[in-house]
């Protein structure tokens, strides 16, 4: 008797779990989501305030601080420092990593196994410890921290970014497309150039995207090796909240929230940076 | 050569015939190649002549494409030498051998045009731009492809695909030609079409082309000869026919064509026949083949089409029963269970007159002829 009962009992079981569930992550989900959007959220809300101070929600609305920001002298320094670290670093990152993948999708020696892993620590080992480190070496060398030791720093946190999108994109690569260009008389530079780099050029892309953000943004890093001359943005406005509470490093934000959202779109339109990652 | 004239089907064919009288010759000799531990080619020789369309047959594993590999230089064999025309080529890496490959999935550039890709090669050999595009059209002419210059890849059918992978690969007039696996990928009638078409473009062409496949029938109907593989070593080089009908070895026999099997023992010998005791206890007379002595075990085959259904009244022939009939339009398959319960396969051509042996009657097996046995050591 009991036999015809227990699936539609059990049934009815699983229909309130699934629907738990469902309700659990979209719960979650919309956390998540605000979790993620808040602080900026608030931070551009904030940059607009009419007011001196760094006050939520603002007591009236303006763009005095925007219009500040044409008169920080240091802000823009350390935003064009910024700039153009991300960009030598990004350059250098996407030659390397380009370089260091296609040896590494083609070959399945242990040792290049090994250079794929030490190529990927930066992922995962602290970026402070690495900061310190460098600064350390830096010195034993017999320099002073300047640009370009800060980009050849940023280039091995960064690279990881670039190994891995292009891998991505090499492993999508038929083979048998890079046999026929030679079969039918191609030099390898030219396979490189007219078969391969234009097959994995998104994957490419994306990860000069990611490398260039994760430049621009680096605060473990730069924190040990940038000096007066060469402070970069994070740190900047990172030292004139701590300081004077400085409003206009609200409006700064915002323009760097603008900034990463165009180039976002940018990465997307042309390099389908979504699907690079997925 | 006329680079300016304008593309016409008939030039193109003149100077394909004109390569005819180059075609090139391929010799291998003595080939070895061994991955780790495992040896994928053992001592391959083969000698394909100038113009002569050979197909290498084998099971996937062979070895079959790894000698293709190194025909083309993308690997460099363990030992052995690959030679073109008497020279050896083992020193010229691949992109210098001159060597054309139609791969299994076309590997067209899916980011070039039509065009793009036919003219790749072209311009890969350096040849001068306003060369380049009346050869594109000449070919893509060839291949009946002309109206698709500006497509896409992925816009064509997988037969317009091998087409233009095909055109591609002539436009460079390579010394040999490299088919792996072309037809595999197409549907059964697209197929025998693209079969016609290549063996068409490869005769007036006249060019050196090795086939590579594990399709039975894509060998016996397209090669002039047919090299079965099987575990790296070449088993038989023949004609197609003598392939099916004098199989030089077991794996042959019963990789090419379909067949039946049996275990027996020699019992008796003369000059003009063998008798073979088969382990269901039937006794079978054959033509004696190869030196067995009595008492030797051995393997007997026939095909399918080498036995017919006899009534079960005469002592002649293996007993069994009826177990399955299917009329197959001109044929009847039977599926027949000898003694010992194995199941042997007879086709017979199926005579409207005549009713089909009925399921569950007793008959006799027995042989068109006595050369239709093959005996083999076991």
């Known amino acids: 008797m009991s036999t015809p009962d227990a699936p539609r009992l059990r049934r009815h079981r699983i229909d309130w779990e699934a629907a738990s569930l469902e309700l659990l992550f979209k719960a979650l989900t919309a956390l998540a989501v605000l979790f993620l959007l808040a602080p900026s959220v608030i931070v551009i809300l904030t940059s607009f305030t009419s007011s001196a101070s760094l006050k939520f ?3 009236g609305l303006s763009l005095r601080w925007y219009v500040a920001l044409f008169d920080a002298d240091q802000m823009q320094r350390a935003a064009w420092n910024s700039l153009q670290v991300a960009f030598w670093t990004t350059l250098i990152s996407v030659t390397l990593g380009t370089a260091a993948s296609l040896a590494i999708a083609r070959s399945s020696s242990p040792w290049i196994r ?14 402070l410890a690495f900061g310190f480190a460098s600064l350390i070496f830096v010195y034993r060398l017999g320099f002073r921290p300047n640009l370009p030791f800060l980009v050849l720093a940023h280039v091995v946190v960064c690279v990881p970014f670039v190994l891995r999108t292009t891998l991505a994109a090499l492993t999508q690569l038929d083979p048998a497309l890079l046999d026929a260009s030679t079969s039918l008389g191609a030099s390898p530079w030219m396979t490189f150039r007219r078969v391969t780099l234009p097959l994995i050029g998104r994957g490419v892309a994306a990860g000069g995207f990611l490398a260039f953000m994760a ?57 389908g940076l979504t699907r690079q990652l997925r | 050569m006329d680079g300016n004239a304008a593309p016409s089907r008939t030039a193109a064919l003149r100077q394909l015939s004109q390569a005819a009288h180059r075609g090139h010759d391929l010799r291998l000799e003595q080939i070895t190649h061994r991955f780790g531990d495992g040896i ?37 064999q363990t030992a052995g030498r690959v030679l073109f025309d008497g020279a050896l080529v083992d020193h010229l890496k691949a992109n210098r051998r001159g060597v054309g490959i139609v791969f299994q999935n076309y590997a067209l550039f899916p980011h070039m045009t039509v065009a793009e890709n036919v003219a790749y090669g072209l311009q890969a050999h350096h040849w001068p731009k306003e060369r380049i595009a009346p050869r594109v059209a000449e070919m893509l002419d060839l291949v009946h492809m002309n109206a698709f210059a500006e497509r896409r890849p992925s816009q064509l059918s997988g037969g317009q695909q091998q087409r233009i992978a095909l055109a591609r690969c002539l436009a460079i007039d390579p010394k040999i030609l490299l088919l792996d696996e072309p037809f595999g990928a197409l549907d059964k009638n697209l197929r025998l079409d693209m079969q016609i078409e290549v063996k068409r473009l490869q005769r007036i062409a006249g060019i050196t082309t090795l086939l590579v496949t594990h399709d039975q029938e894509e060998a016996l109907s397209m090669a002039d000869r047919i090299a079965v593989m099987n575990k790296g070593r070449i088993e038989q080089v023949a004609a197609p026919t003598a392939i099916y009908d004098q199989p030089a070895s077991l794996f042959v026999n019963q990789f090419v064509g379909t067949t039946n099997v049996f275990a027996g ?31 030797a075990r051995i393997i007997v085959t026939i095909r399918p089409h080498h036995l017919r259904l006899a009534p079960s009244t005469g002592s002649d022939g293996m007993p069994g029963v009826v177990k399955t009939v299917l009329p197959l339009g001109p044929e009847v398959v039977y599926d027949v269970e000898t003694a010992g319960g194995r199941g042997v396969k007879v086709v017979v051509a199926r005579d409207a007159d005549l009713a089909p042996v009925e399921i569950g009657q007793s008959v006799h097996l027995v042989p068109l002829a006595l050369h239709s046995f093959r005996i083999f050591a076991a």
């Not at chain 2, 394909?48 to 000698?67: N, R």
């Not at chain 2, 023992?265 to 002595?293: C, K, M, N, Q, W």
């Open chain 1, 215 to 271: 430049s621009f943004d680096n605060v473990p890093v730069s924190l040990f090796l940038a000096d007066e001359r060469t402070e970069v943005l994070p740190i900047h406005l990172w030292q004139q909240i701590e300081t004077n509470l400085d409003v206009r490093t609200a409006a700064a934000s915002g323009l760097i929230v603008l900034f990463t959202l165009v180039l976002m779109i940018a990465a997307e339109r042309f390099a």
């Open chain 1, 114 to 127: 090994a250079a794929d892993v030490l190529f990927m620590s930066p992922l995962v080992l602290p970026a």
């Open chain 1, 57 to 59: 929600p603002p007591p």
């Open chain 2, 40 to 76: 994928a080619v053992n001592g391959v020789d083969l000698h394909v002549t100038g113009g002569e369309l050979v197909a290498l047959l084998g099971p996937s594993g062979c070895g079959k494409s790894t000698l293709l590999r190194i025909i083309a230089g993308f690997i460099s």
């Open chain 2, 265 to 295: 023992e020699v019992i008796e010998i003369s000059a003009h026949y063998v008798r073979v005791r088969l382990d269901g206890g039937a006794v079978i007379t054959a033509l004696p083949g190869s030196a067995f002595s009595v008492g």
